[in-house]
Each structure stands twice: as structure tokens, then as C-alpha cells.
């Protein structure tokens, strides 16, 4: 029964609160024993508030036998957040040793709404170093590990909320997305990452009130539960983060009550149009969803803008938001951050004002092509990753298909290229490799159209289930 409740989407568990069939607090201790079982091994949580997490879940079952209390849409659900995003009185290292004892005395605005809408925080997920890197590795807490294959990498940035979402560890997760950081850890753990419209998910505290590049966004087990958790996050202005917007969130749950492509336009690319090399099972299994989507009767082509500046672009517009975020860091304390950091950080204070302002153009170049290419198609289906789960002790894919990777950003462009795009998009399950390793399908939609990815995502969900899935390492601890 622990690991049914364990397991249980979230929307699910707030049915059966309330119908009293089940208590928040048998599901935290559910939780807390899952996580007693398989964290030693898989290293999602870094920071859990136990005592904390068991007083609010006694609260919030006694509020349930007071019929006439008001709970909110997340009431009583256990929550993962990012070690990289600040709760109040809860340690906060950004998986730096700069921040190893750091506790934050405010929430950071998404974690306010988790908590308004009744969510309990039951810790902190593990993050590469100030969320630096596709492996989520850092020298305070060590390496997080894949539940399907713990010799590999869970991927990163935000790779504890993965892998703690993918053996039950928690019912929904929060992670952040510059390049990725979402939608990557979310492929190579099985589970659900949707980055969403800059803007429509307030970002406060943040370095760069205005930075169009980087969102928080929802991590779950299932698309419904990504909908739900998204309706929490979004909502209401906050003026605090000057691109937040107001919106009306009961479009998302609306969306995945009803999933459908009927009619829908929908293309689909393995390769980005031939700009990325991908693996070939990957590439056989987006193939393979997007036909299915077309059983649906959506109308699916094969099709793709040109995309050939995408590596410029991200080179070129990577380098500022690195030195806006670290430059000062690496003066201090360069010989103690990690590598990568500092070599992108270098690379950012090597760059002219040209250099900056060529991005730029390059970006909008790129916009109008992709906006274009988007006026006659709903959504666009590709790999979340070239890649699956790679060893854990690399910082990042060497190979993709078997050919070197090099050190370039080319196995993130599938996913950097809608992040300097501003467009939402989302990582679901749909399938695995030959060796048994999760693949993710990325959906991406057009500016402000959650709606629409999500009633994508949850019409593919509903044609190939996935989401009953669960990884070794957990079946292997009962």
C-alpha cells in the first residue's frame, strides 16, 4: 500500500483526501519511507526537513476532518524543490561550497505559491553547481543517480527533482531551465518537465529581473500532474518579477481533461533538420510517437525551419547571463567553483559588445523564421535528448550514436534552441531503449500556448502510457 500511495499522481491523492479515503499524513510517511529506502543510493533529496514535513502533514489531515475548512489545490501534497531555489528557514546551497550552511529567511516566489496553495516542502532536490551542467553532480552532496541504471547520470540541472519524482520519492517537483535543465533530467529519468513561457511563472528572487532566457518550471510523474502543479505556479501578477504576466490557469487543467489532436497540425523532426546528431533509437521512437499522434487523427508531417543558427546564437547569448551571474564569483572564488563554470564565465568576459549585440540579431533572425514556421502547425515534435543516460562520472554525453560529442553545446541544442526562442515546451516519456533506459519526447508549442502543448502531451499520454513505469531501484529496495 506505501508504495501505491508513493506512486499516486497527485491530482489523484487530492481526490482521495477529500473523499477521506486516504490522510496527508499516511502519504508523508509513505514518502519518508520510500525516501529512507532509496535515497542512500540514488541521492535525490540533499536537504530533508522530516520533523517539519510531519507537522504539516498532521495539519493538514486535521484540517481535512474539518469539513468546513478551506484547503487549496495542492493541499497536503509532498513537494521537491531545487537546491537552487530559496525557502525560507529550509538550507539552500545552490550545490556550492560557497553556500554548503546557507538558509535563506525568504521563499522565492514559486515556493510562496506551492505553499499558499497547500503543498508540503518536504526538502531540497540536488543540482550541479549553481545549476551549471548536464550532470547532476556537486562537491557538497556528490552525484545524483539515474533509478534506471545507477551507473548513469540523472542528468542536470535538474536532476534530484527527476529522479526523486521517478522512484516516488515525491508526488511533484520544481526545477529551473536555461538550457534544459528541465526537459534533459526529465527524459533520462522517465518523468514529465515542462519549461514554459518566460514571464508566465514569476522569478523572484533572480539576478536579471529581465533575463528572457531562464524559467522555473513543473516536474511530475504524469502530464496531469504537470497541469496542476503549472496552475499553482502561474497565475497572478508579481511585481517583484517585472516579466511576469496575469493568467487564467484553468485553461491547463482544462487541457488535460480533455486531450486531443483531432485536426491538429503537427510536425515533427528527428534531427532539428539535420543540425543535430542523434541517436538512432531515439530518433526511431519520435518517429514512431508522432505517428501515433497521427492515429489520433491529428495531420503529421515531417518538417523543419532552418535551424543553422542556433549554435551561434547560443554561444553568443550564453556568455552574458554567465557573466551577469558569476564574473564576481570567479574574482572571489574561482580557484573553488567548478570547472565548466569557470570556463564558460571566461569565455562570457572574453566577449565584446558586437559579440553581444550579433546574438541578438541572430536571435531575432531566428524568431521570425521559427514564428513563421509555427503560423501553420499547432506543435512541433523532436528528441528531448540526443542522447539517453550517460556514466555518471562524465560531465556530459561524449558520444551520440556512437560518434564523438565533443565539448560543444551540440547535445543541448535541441532543447537550448526554445529556450532562446522563449517557446514552452515539454518532456514526456515515450519509451526505451533497447537497454531499458527511459527516451523523451519534446513537444513545443508557440509563445503563451501552454494549453495547447499540454493537451498534446496528455492525448500521447493517454494513446502510450508510460507513467505506471517504475525503475529498478525502487522494486529492487522493497
Known amino acids: 500500500m506505501s508504495r501505491d500511495l508513493c506512486f499516486t499522481p497527485a491530482a489523484e491523492l487530492a481526490r482521495l483526501y477529500r473523499a477521506r ?42 484540517a481535512l476532518a474539518r469539513r468546513s475548512a478551506a484547503v487549496g489545490p495542492l493541499h497536503g501534497i509532498p513537494v521537491g524543490i531545487k537546491d537552487v531555489t530559496l525557502t525560507k528557514g529550509m538550507r539552500t546551497t545552490f550545490g556550492s561550497k560557497l553556500f554548503e550552511n546557507y538558509v535563506p529567511n525568504e521563499d522565492a516566489a514559486v515556493v510562496e505559491r506551492l505553499r499558499s496553495a497547500g503543498a508540503i516542502v518536504l526538502g531540497k ?14 562537491e557538497v552532496f556528490g552525484a545524483t543517480r539515474n533509478p534506471w541504471n545507477l551507473a548513469l547520470s540523472a542528468g542536470g540541472s535538474s536532476g534530484g527533482s527527476a529522479a526523486a519524482l521517478a522512484t516516488g520519492m515525491c508526488a511533484i517537483a520544481q526545477g529551473t531551465d536555461l538550457g534544459g535543465s528541465l526537459r534533459g533530467p526529465a527524459a533520462l529519468c522517465g518523468v514529465v518537465g515542462f519549461r514554459t513561457t518566460p514571464g508566465l511563472i514569476p522569478r523572484y528572487p533572480e539576478v536579471l529581473a529581465w ?20 496552475s499553482v505556479m502561474a497565475g497572478p501578477a508579481d511585481d517583484r518579477a517585472p516579466m511576469n504576466y496575469a493568467v487564467d490557469t484553468r485553461a491547463f487543467r482544462a487541457a488535460v481533461a480533455r486531450p486531443s489532436v483531432k485536426g491538429s497540425r503537427i510536425a515533427w523532426t528527428p534531427d532539428m533538420g539535420g543540425l543535430v546528431s542523434v541517436d538512432p533509437e531515439i530518433a526511431s521512437a519520435v518517429g ?25 546564437v547560443v554561444s553568443l547569448t550564453r556568455g552574458f547571463l554567465m557573466v551577469a551571474r558569476h564574473a564576481e564569483k570567479l574574482e572571489r572564488f574561482g580557484g573553488q567553483l567548478q570547472a565548466g563554470l569557470v570556463e564558460n564565465t571566461k569565455q562570457g568576459l572574453g566577449m565584446s559588445a558586437r559579440d553581444v549585440a550579433r546574438g541578438e540579431l ?56 526554445f529556450s532562446v526562442l522563449g517557446l514552452p ?45 517504475i525503475p529498478p531501484v525502487v522494486t529492487r529496495s522493497r
Not at 427 to 455: D, M, N
Open 125 to 138: 532536490t540536488n543540482t550541479p553547481e549553481f545549476a551549471f551542467g548536464p550532470n547532476t553532480v556537486n
Open 21 to 62: 479515503k486516504v490522510s496527508p499524513l499516511e502519504v508523508m510517511q509513505a514518502v519518508l519511507e520510500r525516501l529512507d529506502q532509496v535515497n542512500p543510493v540514488v541521492n535525490a533529496f540533499v536537504t530533508v526537513d522530516r520533523e517539519g514535513a510531519l507537522r504539516q502533514a498532521r495539519r493538514a489531515t486535521s
Open 425 to 469: 515546451a515539454i518532456s514526456v516519456p515515450c519509451g526505451f531503449t533497447r537497454e531499458g533506459l527511459p527516451i523523451g519526447l519534446q513537444i513545443v508549442g508557440r509563445p503563451r500556448q501552454e494549453a495547447t502543448v499540454l493537451r498534446a502531451a496528455a492525448a500521447f499520454e493517454a494513446a502510450r502510457p508510460w507513467a505506471q513505469c
Open 362 to 417: 541572430l536571435r531575432t533572425q531566428l524568431w521570425q523564421r521559427v514564428r513563421a514556421f509555427l503560423e501553420t502547425r499547432d506543435v512541433w515534435l523532436m528528441p528531448t535528448a540526443a542522447v539517453p543516460a550517460f556514466p555518471i562520472e562524465l560531465p556530459h554525453a561524449m558520444e551520440i550514436g556512437g560518434k564523438p560529442a565533443g565539448k560543444t553545446l551540440q547535445r543541448s541544442y535541441l532543447t537550448y534552441a
Open 288 to 312: 514512431e510517437s508522432a505517428a501515433a499522434l497521427g492515429k489520433l487523427g491529428a495531420r503529421v508531417e515531417r518538417a523543419s525551419p532552418d535551424m543553422s543558427d542556433v549554435p551561434e
Open 211 to 230: 533575463d528572457s532566457y531562464s524559467v522555473e518550471g513543473p516536474m511530475a510523474r504524469t502530464v496531469g500532474d504537470t497541469a496542476l502543479l503549472l
